[in-house]
Protein backbone atom coordinates (compact mmCIF):
# COMPACT_ATOMS: atom_id res chain seq x y z
CA UNK A 1 0.00 0.00 0.00
CA UNK A 2 0.96 3.27 -1.01
CA UNK A 3 2.06 5.96 1.60
CA UNK A 4 -0.72 8.47 0.15
CA UNK A 5 -3.04 5.90 0.15
CA UNK A 6 -2.22 5.53 3.62
CA UNK A 7 -2.86 9.03 4.68
CA UNK A 8 -6.47 9.25 2.50
CA UNK A 9 -7.70 6.54 4.32
CA UNK A 10 -6.72 8.02 7.97
CA UNK A 11 -8.10 11.04 6.68
CA UNK A 12 -11.19 9.93 5.24
CA UNK A 13 -11.67 7.73 8.34
CA UNK A 14 -10.97 10.90 10.80
CA UNK A 15 -13.66 13.30 8.43
CA UNK A 16 -15.98 10.15 9.01
CA UNK A 17 -15.45 10.20 13.10
CA UNK A 18 -15.89 14.24 13.12
CA UNK A 19 -19.04 14.37 11.88
CA UNK A 20 -20.13 11.54 13.96
CA UNK A 21 -18.67 13.48 16.41
CA UNK A 22 -20.49 16.80 16.11
CA UNK A 23 -23.37 14.80 15.45
CA UNK A 24 -23.20 13.96 19.21
CA UNK A 25 -22.48 17.29 20.55
CA UNK A 26 -25.49 18.51 18.92
CA UNK A 27 -27.70 15.44 20.37
CA UNK A 28 -26.02 16.59 24.16
CA UNK A 29 -26.70 19.96 23.97
CA UNK A 30 -30.04 19.54 22.81
CA UNK A 31 -30.42 16.94 25.57
CA UNK A 32 -29.09 19.28 27.99
CA UNK A 33 -31.64 21.49 27.51
CA UNK A 34 -34.56 19.30 26.95
CA UNK A 35 -33.65 17.77 30.43
CA UNK A 36 -34.40 20.43 32.44
CA UNK A 37 -38.03 19.96 31.30
CA UNK A 38 -38.16 16.38 31.92
CA UNK A 39 -38.67 15.47 35.56
CA UNK A 40 -37.28 12.22 36.57
CA UNK A 41 -34.13 12.32 35.32
CA UNK A 42 -31.12 13.92 36.28
CA UNK A 43 -27.40 13.13 34.78
CA UNK A 44 -25.13 10.40 36.81
CA UNK A 45 -21.80 12.06 38.31
CA UNK A 46 -20.28 8.80 39.04
CA UNK A 47 -17.43 7.42 37.24
CA UNK A 48 -19.74 4.76 36.44
CA UNK A 49 -18.88 4.00 32.93
CA UNK A 50 -22.37 2.50 31.92
CA UNK A 51 -25.18 4.98 30.80
CA UNK A 52 -24.90 9.20 31.95
CA UNK A 53 -28.31 9.14 32.69
CA UNK A 54 -30.00 7.51 36.53
CA UNK A 55 -33.50 7.08 36.48
CA UNK A 56 -35.21 8.47 39.25
CA UNK A 57 -38.58 8.69 40.69
CA UNK A 58 -40.76 10.82 39.08
CA UNK A 59 -43.10 11.84 36.60
CA UNK A 60 -42.66 8.59 33.92
CA UNK A 61 -41.67 9.42 30.04
CA UNK A 62 -44.06 8.88 27.00
CA UNK A 63 -42.54 5.23 25.85
CA UNK A 64 -41.74 6.28 22.85
CA UNK A 65 -39.05 9.12 24.11
CA UNK A 66 -37.45 6.57 26.27
CA UNK A 67 -36.74 4.03 23.64
CA UNK A 68 -35.16 6.92 21.34
CA UNK A 69 -33.24 7.77 24.45
CA UNK A 70 -32.08 4.67 25.06
CA UNK A 71 -31.06 4.03 21.32
CA UNK A 72 -29.17 7.34 21.38
CA UNK A 73 -27.41 6.60 24.57
CA UNK A 74 -25.79 3.22 22.51
CA UNK A 75 -24.95 5.49 19.82
CA UNK A 76 -22.80 7.60 22.03
CA UNK A 77 -21.03 4.45 23.48
CA UNK A 78 -20.49 3.05 19.66
CA UNK A 79 -18.79 6.74 18.85
CA UNK A 80 -16.75 6.23 21.89
CA UNK A 81 -16.00 2.93 20.71
CA UNK A 82 -15.29 3.90 17.49
CA UNK A 83 -12.99 6.83 18.14
CA UNK A 84 -10.23 4.59 20.11
CA UNK A 85 -10.38 2.04 17.08
CA UNK A 86 -9.24 4.96 14.66
CA UNK A 87 -6.44 5.97 17.41
CA UNK A 88 -5.45 2.34 17.19
CA UNK A 89 -5.87 2.30 13.22
CA UNK A 90 -4.10 5.78 12.84
CA UNK A 91 -0.85 4.45 14.85
CA UNK A 92 -1.03 1.44 12.67
CA UNK A 93 -0.92 2.41 9.13
CA UNK A 94 2.33 4.09 8.99
CA UNK A 95 3.90 0.43 9.21
CA UNK A 96 1.14 -1.09 6.83
CA UNK A 97 2.89 -1.11 3.80
CA UNK A 98 5.84 -2.49 5.45
CA UNK A 99 4.56 -5.20 6.77
CA UNK A 100 2.40 -5.94 2.89
CA UNK A 101 6.23 -5.63 1.73
CA UNK A 102 7.61 -8.33 4.05
CA UNK A 103 4.61 -10.03 3.46
CA UNK A 104 4.83 -10.27 -0.09
CA UNK A 105 8.49 -11.04 0.24
CA UNK A 106 8.19 -14.08 1.88
CA UNK A 107 5.33 -15.51 -0.72
CA UNK A 108 7.85 -14.84 -3.34
CA UNK A 109 10.73 -16.59 -1.91
CA UNK A 110 8.25 -19.62 -1.27
CA UNK A 111 7.27 -19.80 -4.64
CA UNK A 112 10.61 -20.19 -5.36
CA UNK A 113 10.92 -23.22 -3.37
CA UNK A 114 8.10 -25.55 -5.78
CA UNK A 115 5.42 -25.68 -7.56
CA UNK A 116 3.11 -26.84 -4.65
CA UNK A 117 4.57 -23.67 -2.59
CA UNK A 118 3.56 -21.05 -5.43
CA UNK A 119 0.01 -22.49 -5.30
CA UNK A 120 0.26 -21.88 -1.34
CA UNK A 121 1.13 -18.57 -2.12
CA UNK A 122 -1.45 -16.96 -4.66
CA UNK A 123 -4.31 -18.44 -1.91
CA UNK A 124 -2.41 -16.36 0.87
CA UNK A 125 -2.49 -13.27 -1.63
CA UNK A 126 -5.90 -13.34 -2.66
CA UNK A 127 -6.87 -14.02 0.92
CA UNK A 128 -5.08 -11.00 2.40
CA UNK A 129 -6.69 -8.97 -0.48
CA UNK A 130 -9.71 -9.71 0.22
CA UNK A 131 -9.42 -9.26 4.06
CA UNK A 132 -7.89 -5.65 3.48
CA UNK A 133 -10.45 -4.28 0.89
CA UNK A 134 -12.31 -0.97 1.34
CA UNK A 135 -15.07 -2.36 0.57
CA UNK A 136 -16.76 -1.94 3.81
CA UNK A 137 -16.48 -6.05 4.58
CA UNK A 138 -16.45 -7.07 8.07
CA UNK A 139 -13.60 -9.25 9.40
CA UNK A 140 -15.71 -12.37 9.54
CA UNK A 141 -16.97 -11.31 6.07
CA UNK A 142 -13.55 -11.30 4.81
CA UNK A 143 -12.45 -14.80 6.06
CA UNK A 144 -15.34 -16.40 4.50
CA UNK A 145 -14.37 -15.20 1.04
CA UNK A 146 -11.05 -15.47 1.59
CA UNK A 147 -11.68 -19.40 2.63
CA UNK A 148 -13.70 -19.79 -0.79
CA UNK A 149 -11.52 -17.97 -2.80
CA UNK A 150 -8.93 -20.54 -1.33
CA UNK A 151 -11.02 -23.49 -1.54
CA UNK A 152 -12.30 -22.57 -5.50
CA UNK A 153 -8.30 -22.37 -6.06
CA UNK A 154 -7.44 -25.38 -5.02
CA UNK A 155 -10.39 -26.98 -7.30
CA UNK A 156 -9.08 -25.51 -10.10
CA UNK A 157 -5.62 -26.07 -9.25
CA UNK A 158 -5.98 -29.86 -9.05
CA UNK A 159 -8.30 -30.17 -11.71
CA UNK A 160 -5.72 -28.21 -13.99
CA UNK A 161 -3.09 -30.52 -12.21
CA UNK A 162 -5.19 -33.83 -13.52
CA UNK A 163 -5.81 -32.56 -17.34
CA UNK A 164 -1.85 -31.92 -17.08
CA UNK A 165 -0.85 -34.99 -16.63
CA UNK A 166 -3.63 -36.56 -18.67
CA UNK A 167 -2.22 -35.01 -21.57
CA UNK A 168 1.72 -35.58 -20.94
CA UNK A 169 0.50 -39.34 -20.68
CA UNK A 170 -1.61 -39.11 -24.07
CA UNK A 171 1.45 -37.13 -25.17
CA UNK A 172 3.82 -40.29 -24.56
CA UNK A 173 1.71 -42.88 -25.55
CA UNK A 174 1.45 -41.34 -28.83
CA UNK A 175 4.77 -40.55 -29.69
CA UNK A 176 5.82 -44.28 -28.62
CA UNK A 177 2.74 -45.66 -31.39
CA UNK A 178 4.30 -43.25 -34.04
CA UNK A 179 7.58 -45.20 -33.02
CA UNK A 180 6.42 -48.82 -33.29
CA UNK A 181 4.94 -47.73 -36.83
CA UNK A 182 7.99 -47.31 -38.50
CA UNK A 183 9.04 -50.75 -37.23
CA UNK A 184 8.09 -54.27 -38.85
CA UNK A 185 4.88 -56.47 -38.34
CA UNK A 186 5.06 -57.23 -34.59
CA UNK A 187 5.38 -54.11 -34.13
CA UNK A 188 2.27 -52.59 -36.03
CA UNK A 189 0.32 -55.42 -34.14
CA UNK A 190 2.13 -53.95 -30.78
CA UNK A 191 0.81 -50.52 -31.46
CA UNK A 192 -2.46 -51.23 -32.05
CA UNK A 193 -2.53 -53.65 -28.94
CA UNK A 194 -1.12 -51.27 -26.60
CA UNK A 195 -4.18 -48.67 -28.41
CA UNK A 196 -6.99 -50.62 -28.01
CA UNK A 197 -5.84 -51.25 -23.87
CA UNK A 198 -5.91 -47.45 -23.57
CA UNK A 199 -9.01 -46.67 -25.46
CA UNK A 200 -10.76 -46.78 -22.55
CA UNK A 201 -8.82 -43.74 -21.01
CA UNK A 202 -8.40 -41.66 -24.13
CA UNK A 203 -11.41 -43.11 -26.78
CA UNK A 204 -12.55 -39.50 -26.76
CA UNK A 205 -9.74 -37.80 -28.47
CA UNK A 206 -9.26 -37.80 -31.78
CA UNK A 207 -5.79 -37.60 -32.21
CA UNK A 208 -5.50 -40.89 -30.24
CA UNK A 209 -8.79 -42.36 -32.59
CA UNK A 210 -7.02 -41.78 -35.74
CA UNK A 211 -3.97 -43.04 -34.70
CA UNK A 212 -6.27 -46.03 -33.61
CA UNK A 213 -7.74 -46.42 -36.91
CA UNK A 214 -4.17 -46.13 -38.67
CA UNK A 215 -3.41 -49.13 -37.02
CA UNK A 216 -6.16 -51.24 -38.31
CA UNK A 217 -5.24 -50.28 -41.53
CA UNK A 218 -1.58 -51.38 -40.93
CA UNK A 219 -2.72 -54.59 -39.06
CA UNK A 220 -4.67 -55.08 -42.05
CA UNK A 221 -2.20 -54.75 -44.60
CA UNK A 222 0.12 -57.58 -42.66
CA UNK A 223 -2.80 -59.83 -42.54
CA UNK A 224 -3.08 -63.11 -44.52
CA UNK A 225 -6.33 -64.50 -43.98
CA UNK A 226 -8.83 -62.94 -45.93
CA UNK A 227 -11.67 -63.01 -42.86
CA UNK A 228 -9.45 -61.65 -40.51
CA UNK A 229 -8.25 -58.59 -42.85
CA UNK A 230 -11.52 -57.16 -43.43
CA UNK A 231 -12.46 -57.85 -39.59
CA UNK A 232 -9.87 -55.05 -39.35
CA UNK A 233 -10.66 -53.00 -42.34
CA UNK A 234 -14.52 -53.04 -40.80
CA UNK A 235 -13.31 -52.42 -37.24
CA UNK A 236 -10.43 -49.41 -38.57
CA UNK A 237 -13.87 -47.72 -40.56
CA UNK A 238 -15.90 -47.97 -37.39
CA UNK A 239 -13.26 -45.87 -35.58
CA UNK A 240 -12.65 -43.44 -38.51
CA UNK A 241 -15.99 -42.66 -38.46
CA UNK A 242 -15.79 -41.81 -34.73
CA UNK A 243 -12.79 -39.64 -34.72
CA UNK A 244 -14.56 -37.45 -36.94
CA UNK A 245 -17.56 -37.17 -34.75
CA UNK A 246 -15.33 -36.25 -31.69
CA UNK A 247 -13.28 -34.06 -33.82
CA UNK A 248 -14.66 -32.49 -36.84
CA UNK A 249 -11.83 -30.35 -38.04
CA UNK A 250 -9.56 -32.58 -37.38
CA UNK A 251 -7.83 -33.43 -40.81
CA UNK A 252 -6.14 -36.52 -40.55
CA UNK A 253 -9.09 -38.30 -38.92
CA UNK A 254 -11.26 -37.06 -42.24
CA UNK A 255 -8.18 -38.70 -44.30
CA UNK A 256 -7.71 -42.65 -42.63
CA UNK A 257 -11.25 -42.59 -42.64
CA UNK A 258 -11.17 -42.01 -46.24
CA UNK A 259 -8.42 -45.07 -46.62
CA UNK A 260 -10.49 -47.18 -44.52
CA UNK A 261 -13.89 -46.79 -47.27
CA UNK A 262 -10.67 -47.31 -50.05
CA UNK A 263 -10.15 -50.63 -48.19
CA UNK A 264 -13.33 -51.97 -47.44
CA UNK A 265 -14.04 -51.34 -51.53
CA UNK A 266 -12.11 -54.62 -51.65
CA UNK A 267 -14.34 -56.65 -49.95
CA UNK A 268 -17.76 -55.49 -50.87
CA UNK A 269 -20.05 -55.35 -53.97
CA UNK A 270 -20.11 -53.19 -56.59
CA UNK A 271 -22.69 -50.89 -55.01
CA UNK A 272 -21.41 -50.30 -51.79
CA UNK A 273 -17.60 -50.29 -54.15
CA UNK A 274 -19.00 -46.93 -55.83
CA UNK A 275 -20.84 -45.26 -52.72
CA UNK A 276 -17.35 -46.22 -51.05
CA UNK A 277 -15.71 -44.33 -53.46
CA UNK A 278 -17.94 -41.13 -53.34
CA UNK A 279 -17.24 -40.74 -49.45
CA UNK A 280 -13.49 -41.56 -49.69
CA UNK A 281 -13.05 -38.33 -52.25
CA UNK A 282 -15.99 -35.87 -49.62
CA UNK A 283 -13.41 -36.87 -46.72
CA UNK A 284 -9.88 -36.44 -48.42
CA UNK A 285 -11.39 -32.82 -49.58
CA UNK A 286 -12.37 -32.27 -46.28
CA UNK A 287 -8.64 -33.13 -45.16
CA UNK A 288 -7.39 -31.16 -48.02
CA UNK A 289 -9.60 -28.20 -46.99
CA UNK A 290 -8.04 -28.39 -43.31
CA UNK A 291 -4.72 -29.42 -44.05
CA UNK A 292 -3.66 -28.50 -47.88
CA UNK A 293 -0.25 -28.97 -47.36
CA UNK A 294 -0.26 -32.61 -46.58
CA UNK A 295 1.05 -34.75 -49.62
CA UNK A 296 -0.70 -37.45 -48.22
CA UNK A 297 -4.04 -36.09 -49.00
CA UNK A 298 -3.14 -35.25 -52.52
CA UNK A 299 -1.55 -38.90 -53.63
CA UNK A 300 -4.39 -40.65 -52.24
CA UNK A 301 -6.64 -38.34 -54.53
CA UNK A 302 -4.59 -38.75 -57.42
CA UNK A 303 -5.26 -42.71 -56.60
CA UNK A 304 -8.89 -41.93 -56.32
CA UNK A 305 -9.28 -40.59 -59.47
CA UNK A 306 -6.94 -42.72 -61.64
CA UNK A 307 -9.17 -45.15 -60.90
CA UNK A 308 -11.93 -43.42 -61.58
CA UNK A 309 -10.49 -42.83 -65.02
CA UNK A 310 -10.01 -46.39 -65.23
CA UNK A 311 -13.61 -47.40 -64.44
CA UNK A 312 -15.51 -49.90 -66.69
CA UNK A 313 -18.35 -49.28 -68.67
CA UNK A 314 -20.64 -51.64 -66.09
CA UNK A 315 -19.17 -49.80 -63.09
CA UNK A 316 -20.27 -46.76 -64.69
CA UNK A 317 -23.86 -47.78 -65.28
CA UNK A 318 -24.20 -48.83 -61.88
CA UNK A 319 -23.41 -45.78 -60.08
CA UNK A 320 -25.79 -43.61 -62.69
CA UNK A 321 -28.25 -46.03 -61.93
CA UNK A 322 -27.92 -45.98 -57.79
CA UNK A 323 -26.70 -42.37 -57.36
CA UNK A 324 -27.82 -40.59 -60.22
CA UNK A 325 -24.12 -39.25 -61.89
CA UNK A 326 -21.24 -41.71 -62.04
CA UNK A 327 -17.54 -40.38 -59.86
CA UNK A 328 -15.75 -38.19 -62.71
CA UNK A 329 -12.08 -37.87 -63.07
CA UNK A 330 -9.97 -38.32 -65.63
CA UNK A 331 -5.92 -39.22 -66.57
CA UNK A 332 -5.19 -35.27 -66.08
CA UNK A 333 -6.80 -35.05 -62.89
CA UNK A 334 -4.91 -37.22 -61.13
CA UNK A 335 -2.04 -36.40 -63.41
CA UNK A 336 -2.06 -32.80 -61.43
CA UNK A 337 -2.92 -34.36 -57.75
CA UNK A 338 0.66 -36.58 -58.18
CA UNK A 339 2.62 -33.23 -59.44
CA UNK A 340 1.15 -31.59 -56.45
CA UNK A 341 2.51 -34.11 -53.95
CA UNK A 342 6.29 -33.61 -55.50
CA UNK A 343 5.97 -29.45 -55.45
CA UNK A 344 5.06 -29.95 -51.59
CA UNK A 345 7.19 -33.44 -51.06
CA UNK A 346 10.16 -33.94 -53.34
CA UNK A 347 10.73 -37.65 -53.98
CA UNK A 348 8.04 -38.50 -51.88
CA UNK A 349 7.52 -41.81 -52.56
CA UNK A 350 8.34 -44.74 -54.84
CA UNK A 351 4.78 -45.55 -55.50
CA UNK A 352 4.01 -41.94 -56.41
CA UNK A 353 6.64 -41.77 -58.95
CA UNK A 354 5.15 -45.04 -60.83
CA UNK A 355 1.41 -43.12 -61.11
CA UNK A 356 2.93 -40.37 -62.51
CA UNK A 357 5.22 -42.48 -65.10
CA UNK A 358 1.15 -44.56 -65.42
CA UNK A 359 -0.27 -40.88 -66.57
CA UNK A 360 2.27 -39.80 -68.54
CA UNK A 361 2.09 -42.78 -70.35
CA UNK A 362 -1.55 -42.68 -70.91
CA UNK A 363 -0.83 -39.06 -71.99
CA UNK A 364 1.71 -40.31 -74.37
CA UNK A 365 4.13 -38.71 -73.03
CA UNK A 366 6.55 -41.72 -73.22
CA UNK A 367 9.82 -39.58 -72.12
CA UNK A 368 8.41 -38.24 -69.44
CA UNK A 369 7.37 -41.19 -68.29
CA UNK A 370 10.65 -43.03 -68.59
CA UNK A 371 11.97 -40.25 -66.67
CA UNK A 372 9.84 -41.15 -63.83
CA UNK A 373 10.46 -44.63 -63.76
CA UNK A 374 13.86 -44.22 -63.54
CA UNK A 375 13.51 -42.26 -60.84
CA UNK A 376 11.31 -44.41 -59.01
CA UNK A 377 14.28 -46.94 -59.71
CA UNK A 378 16.84 -45.00 -58.08
CA UNK A 379 15.02 -44.73 -54.79
CA UNK A 380 15.19 -48.06 -52.18
CA UNK A 381 12.71 -50.57 -51.58
CA UNK A 382 12.10 -50.05 -48.04
CA UNK A 383 8.53 -50.83 -47.03
CA UNK A 384 5.63 -52.97 -48.13
CA UNK A 385 4.13 -50.43 -50.66
CA UNK A 386 7.62 -49.92 -52.50
CA UNK A 387 7.40 -53.80 -53.13
CA UNK A 388 4.17 -53.15 -54.31
CA UNK A 389 5.74 -50.25 -56.35
CA UNK A 390 8.74 -52.43 -57.58
CA UNK A 391 6.77 -55.12 -59.13
CA UNK A 392 4.31 -52.51 -61.09
CA UNK A 393 7.65 -50.65 -62.30
CA UNK A 394 8.95 -53.75 -63.39
CA UNK A 395 6.25 -54.55 -65.59
CA UNK A 396 5.77 -50.25 -66.54
CA UNK A 397 9.44 -49.61 -66.90
CA UNK A 398 10.23 -52.26 -70.27
CA UNK A 399 7.40 -50.43 -72.01
CA UNK A 400 8.30 -46.84 -72.02
CA UNK A 401 12.19 -47.49 -72.87
CA UNK A 402 13.36 -45.49 -76.09
Sequence with gaps: MAQTDSKVLVLGALAGVAGISLAVVCYRGLRSKRRVSWPGFYQNRTNDPGSGLLLVDGPVLPRGQAEVLERLEALIQCVSELKEEMKALKTALPSLPDQVREELKGHSEVRRVSAQHRTAATRRKRTAGAASSPGGQSSEDAESEGGYMTALTDSEDEEQSDEEQTQGKLSVLLDRIDRLRQGGESDKRESLSVLLEQRDEFGQNSEFLWRLTRAYCDVHDVTVPLEEKKTHAENGKAIGEEAIKVNPKCAESHQWYAIMCGIMAEYDSIQNKIKNGYIFKDHLDKAIELK??????????????????????????????????PPSATI???????????????????????????????????????????????????????????????????????
Design 332 to 402: EDALKNFLKVEEIHPAYSKLNYVFLAKCYKALGQSEKARKMCEAASSMNTVSKEDEEAQKELDLLYPSVRV
Design 292 to 325: PQDPMSYYLLGRWCYAVAQLSWIERKVAATLFGE
